[in-house]
C-alpha cells in the first residue's frame, strides 16, 4: 500500500556531510509530519528531526545546529541535511511518515527500511 523509501547513507569522515532522502509513495491521500529517528548500536531509536505539512521543524538538541530537515511536498519526499558529522552520529537512520491512505478515517505512522550511516573518526 504505501512504501518509504530512503537512500544517501554511506561512509563518511568526522567534519564531513550526507544528505538523506525518504520517497513515500503508494496510496496516500494526505501526508502529515514526517521525520527521521536514527539507531546507534545498543541504544534505543532516538528522534532526530520532524517537519509537519505546514514546514514546521523539530529537532533533537544535539543535532539542531547541525541538521536540516526540509521537504518536497510535490514529491512526497523528506530530506535530511547533516553536517560536522561526529563519530556519535553513527546510526541506522529511519524515516517515518503520518498519513491518509484510501479509505482511512485516521492516519498511520509508516516506516523506511533504514539507511546506515558510518563517520568515521
Known amino acids: 500500500q504505501v512504501q518509504l523509501v530512503e537512500s544517501g547513507g554511506d561512509l563518511v569522515q568526522a567534519g564531513g556531510s550526507l544528505r538523506l532522502s525518504c520517497a513515500a509513495s503508494g496510496s496516500i491521500v494526505r501526508l502529515n509530519s514526517m521525520g527521521w529517528y536514527r539507531q546507534a548500536p545498543g541504544k534505543q531509536r532516538e528522534l532526530v528531526a520532524l517537519?509537519?505539512?505546514?514546514?514546521?521543524?523539530d529537532y533533537a538538541d544535539s543535532m539542531k545546529a547541525r541538521f536540516t530537515i526540509s521537504r518536497d511536498n510535490a514529491k512526497n519526499t523528506v530530506y535530511l541535511q547533516m553536517n560536522s558529522l561526529k563519530p556519535e552520529d553513527t546510526a541506522v537512520y529511519y524515516c517515518?511518515?503520518?498519513?491518509?491512505?484510501?479509505?482511512?478515517?485516521?492516519?498511520?505512522?509508516?516506516w523506511g527500511q533504514g539507511t546506515q550511516v558510518t563517520v568515521s573518526s
Open positions: 517537519i509537519t505539512s505546514g514546514g514546521t521543524t
Open positions: 517515518y511518515a503520518d498519513l491518509y491512505i484510501k479509505g482511512a478515517n485516521y492516519p498511520n505512522r509508516y
